[in-house]
């Protein structure tokens, strides 16, 4: 187990890389379900502690594996066992999902099942650390640290299990749990001399991959929402006008993100590269809210929801603007010199989900406010393919980065 080279050519996700990813899907759908449930019971508050809490941990487990297997690879029965047993912790912590939520709601915090499949995982991406370290004498220092680091944070984890605080002391070990887990990366980069040899197209598409997966939540969100209407008052135009607008929400942000040369620009400043995986935490997680959007708008229409017309229509628009936002806000800081471009798109779609707000609001019926939403991501893409993609081209032309870019 050597560094693969970052220059390798045709580097692409391994068919190990894609089946482990359908455990995320899972993982993802079931947090995102239990964020549906919350917000369309007007417990607010419950449904964004959850939700946060619920998927970073899933999300950094993810990502610690991804930029591994981006580095070290070597897809053999030791790796690919390895991977089972990643599988097998990413399960348990979807399945911790449910217990987290209902503690929120109780006022106390029971996270033991999510630990017990966070440390799983963590396990086993020790054991290929330590195979690093003992094959890769280039890697060997930043391999014993990052084992070394690792199973110091699954110590605080689970001793923060076995302990059981109530919510509040439960809160404050959590996230200094997790500001271990981030200062433990920093420290091991900085410390550790040759950075790990991850490779940016690879890694580029490996995270739009995730992007697909979470979009998918969008699709799932949409399928569950119009099924539940149809099955009540079957094809109305409220049932049209909700499928239409979730797989438009889809199409269009998938659009937005992929108009975005990603993997060209790693290339051109690997330095980037932990920002780039960071910010792409807090997108993937308003990605898959707005699939849980869609389900209480649903709720709403049939008149289940304890929220009224303007919450309804916030628990869509907020992730939506998130989402789209996010996308070129987040490519303005991995561009060189920013994009002004860029900055007017965000204002354009901004205005639009105010508009779709706003109209709720004025007492409109949910139906149109929700097709004023849809239209959202297709400002930036109408924007895009107008005028956008000739300025990137422009753009990184000037700082010389060469592209794929049309």
């Known amino acids: 187990m050597r560094g693969r080279s970052p220059d390798e050519p045709h580097r692409a996700s391994t068919p190990l890389e894609l089946t482990f990813d359908l455990t995320f899907v899972v993982a993802i759908s079931l947090c995102a379900a239990q964020l549906a ?73 029971d996270n033991r099942t999510l630990i017990a499949g966070y440390v799983v995982m963590r396990v086993a991406l020790v054991y290929l650390w330590l195979r690093v370290a003992r094959e890769d004498s280039h890697h060997r220092l930043r391999g014993r640290a990052y084992a070394k680091g690792i199973v110091i944070a699954q110590l605080v984890w689970v001793t923060l299990g076995v302990l059981d605080l109530p919510l ?78 979730g797989i438009s929400l889809a199409v269009g942000i998938w659009w937005c993100y992929f108009a975005i040369p990603w993997g060209d620009l790693l290339a051109a400043d690997r330095g980037k590269g932990r920002r780039f995986g960071n910010g792409h935490l807090p997108l993937y997680a308003v990605l898959a809210a707005i699939g849980a959007g869609l389900h209480v708008i649903a709720r709403y229409v049939e008149g289940e929801a304890t929220i009224g017309a303007v919450g309804a229509m916030l628990t869509l628009a907020i992730p939506t603007g998130l989402a789209i936002v996010g996308i070129f806000f987040f490519a303005n800081i991995i561009l060189p010199g920013g994009n002004s471009f860029h900055t007017r798109i965000i204002g354009m779609v901004a205005g639009t989900l105010a508009a779709g707000v706003g109209l709720a609001a004025a007492g409109v019926a949910v139906g149109w406010c929700l097709g004023v939403v849809m239209l959202s991501p297709w400002v930036a893409v109408v924007a895009y393919e107008v005028r956008g993609h000739v300025y990137l081209v422009r753009l990184l032309q000037r700082y010389g980065i060469p592209t794929t870019e049309r």
Do not use: C, K, N
């Open 37 to 109: 449930h919350a917000l369309a019971a007007g417990h607010v508050g419950v449904g964004i502690l959850g939700f946060s809490f619920g998927m970073l941990g899933i999300l950094w487990a993810w990502m610690g594996y991804t930029w591994f297997a981006s580095a070290f690879d070597t897809d053999d029965w030791a790796m690919r066992l390895a991977t089972l047993v990643h599988m097998v912790g990413v399960l348990v912590l979807g399945l911790g999902q449910a217990p987290l939520f209902a503690s929120i709601e109780h006022g106390h915090w």
């Open 168 to 245: 509040v002391p439960a809160l404050v070990g959590s996230a200094l749990a997790m500001a271990l887990e981030f200062y433990a990366v920093y420290w091991v980069q900085r410390r550790t001399g040759e950075p790990t040899p991850w490779h940016p197209h690879h890694l580029a598409e490996r995270y739009g991959l995730l992007v697909i997966i979470a979009l998918g939540e969008v699709v799932l969100g949409t399928t569950t929402a119009v099924d539940v209407l149809v099955e009540r008052q079957g094809w109305t135009m409220d049932a049209a006008l909700v499928a239409v607008a």
